[in-house]
């Protein structure tokens, strides 16, 4: 379902809930290395990395640092959160706090600037208050300025609120009532102790969490899972992933949507499932020294893991196994006169013009038969997307004028990799085959993170030869999947230009297996 692992310079990785793959980007250097993600209410995500903050763009990520770099070299990014007022505040390794308001970052330390601090963690309160775990102490940002919150000097290296009380994980210095090392209560008022039964290496915890179980868990230096029922901790005795962290690792702790526990250490990503521990290491990411710092599951499903010079993991649970759509069998009428009841693309020419993909080509005509170009096949693919046009309205080809209808989705195209041009050009009125279109639906599948089940066996056709070795595996892929058949005599005809018909139909079988809509009637 979720994991990772990877060497140094891996870039970013993608799981399809069987194996790791890499995919290209722009992390360079620094960059590679991800202590942090956020999502903001707007579906936004930023990751902190070893070279500031990057920005996830349709495509790759993109670095938004800017000013941060002004005031230190050094701009490792340990945390990343949205405040109440919807802005970007990042915690330092080496230079305190700063917000970003979408166009450029404040320095927000106060007189607390001067100390050059580190932050370990951030959480923003059911209140909306901003608390940060650093190294000189428990820090508070009201919206204006970041100020120290007096009576707890050790570094606080993990918060967590529950209830109305802040906990938090600390060692080194003093406190008000306890000194060392081990966990403190905060409720606005003052610090309590609550590990005096704990001793030793028990102490030495590092993350803090409470996962839907209602206990609060900690992870400790060498990877010692503990729970606490608000009166007594107990040693979850699990198998455990690495007995052999030294204490110089780092290890922390978060939880999925579904409740599952996951460990992030020198050794990999880890999966407790309430008994055991498991690691997600098959596939193709080598485990030569992986460390997992970052984890965000967005509100899409997908998971980020921030790996120690190894990029960014970008995983996906599995979808369930979708069932084709069904065909509209209930006599009726067509509002084309060209495409009547009986005839084979009747209802996918009704299915695709009812979900606004598709129109006619006049006020009662489809033109079944029309082939379709470039950019007619990029626009209803932007439709069945989504797209926001407006991102898109700058064209980078010089063949596609900026005002006609397609131009936002062949940039749009462009930059997810689904299609590309050459040599500047994109021939947006050329006509598409078969096999190309297939090969661009199936990159759109992927970039949709869309699992294709496999219902037919693979097609001996009789013209397979004629197939492009680039476009070979994907034809296939559909095929299987049910999206794509042969004409007559089990001929693919893969270099045949695309009929509207024909485009109507794969698009309603495909849609049929990634979505869970039923099919219009009539």
Known sequence: ???????????????????????????TGGGKTAFSFAEKADGTIYAGTGEGVWEKTPSDWMDISGDMTSLSNDVRVYELLEDRNGYLVAGTASCGVWCYNGKAWEDINGELGKENYTVYTMIKTKDGAVYIGARIGLLKYDGNKVSKIPG????????????????????????TTATGKGMWTYDGAKFTGITASLSGDALDMLDIMKPKDGKIYTITK???????????WKNIKASMPDEKVSA???????EDNSGNIYLMSSSGF????????????SGKIPENKPQVW????????????GLNGGGILIAKPPKATPQAPQKNTAAGSSRFSDVQPGIWYYDDVEYVVAKGLFSGTAANLFSPNMTLTRGMIVTVLGRLASVDTAKYKRSSFSDVDENIYYAPYVKWAAEIGIAEGRNGKFSPED????????????????YMWYELPVINVK????????????????????????????????????????????????????MGLTTDDSVPKG
Request: with cysteine; aromatic share 14%; glycine share 10%.
């Open 270 to 281: 880890w999966k407790y499932d309430g008994n055991e521990w498991a690691k997600f290491t």
């Open 459 to 510: 097609a001996n056709f009789t013209d397979a030869n004629k197939i492009s070795s680039y476009a070979r595996d994907a034809v296939y892929i559909m095929q299987q999947a049910g999206v794509i058949s042969g004409k007559e005599n089990n001929m693919l005809d893969p270099m045949a230009n695309i009929t509207r018909a024909e485009f109507s139909a794969m698009l309603h079988r495909f």
């Open 431 to 446: 006509f598409i085959n078969r096999q190309d279109f297939t090969l661009m639906l199936n990159l759109y599948s992927e």
């Open 222 to 232: 060498k990877c010692s899972l503990w729970a606490y029922d608000g009166t007594n």
């Open 248 to 254: 110089t690792n780092t290890v922390n702790l978060a």
């Open 152 to 175: 707890m000097d050790m570094t606080v290296h993990a918060l967590l609120e529950d209830n109305g009380l802040l906990y938090m994980t600390g060692y080194g210095g003093t406190a």
């Open 1 to 27: 379902m979720i994991a990772g692992s990877s060497t140094r310079g891996g870039g970013i990785w993608k799981y399809d809930s069987k194996s790791w793959s890499s995919l290209n980007a722009n992390l």
């Open 294 to 305: 970052g984890f965000l599951e967005a509100k899409s499903g997908i998971i980020y893991g």
